[in-house]
């Protein structure tokens, strides 16, 4: 069992930065793919990126490619996701997830799942 706990979130300008964190239970987190995930009002749950265990294979959604980097810590069984240039389409909750050995863009593939850490972007 793993539970996670996102931090981060908050209200920015649009153009602004945020650093969102993860923290996950467990001793074998480094065992654990990670993803990021987003979800506005009315709308589907998207991916954001997502990250393997030992951090060598990273996928980014096209819409933040060049404005985010996610990043884990195995030491700290923490994985972050730092947003630049947000927008104010970038506004929802934020929800990181893990699965079992590998990164994957799908969210019906993640067994675990954090409460969520609102962003919202102001124009």
């Known amino acids: 069992q793993v539970q996670l706990v996102e931090s981060g979130g908050g209200l920015v300008q649009a153009g602004g930065s945020l650093r969102l964190s993860c923290a996950a239970s467990?001793?074998?987190?480094?065992?654990?793919?990670m993803g990021w995930f987003r979800q506005a009002p009315g709308k589907e749950r998207e991916f954001v990126a997502t990250?393997?265990?030992?951090?060598?294979?990273?996928y980014y959604a096209d819409f933040v490619k060049g404005r985010a980097t996610i990043s884990r810590d195995n030491a700290k069984n923490e994985v972050y996701l730092q947003m630049n240039s947000l927008k104010p389409e970038d506004t929802g909750v934020y929800y990181c997830?893990?699965?079992?050995?590998?990164?994957?863009?799908?969210?019906?593939?993640?067994?675990?799942w954090g409460q969520g850490t609102q962003i919202t972007v102001s124009s």
């Open positions: 997830a893990a699965r079992r050995l590998i990164a994957s863009k799908l969210p019906s593939d993640y067994n675990y």
């Open positions: 467990g001793r074998t987190f480094s065992s654990y793919g």
């Open positions: 990250i393997s265990g030992g951090g060598t294979i990273i």
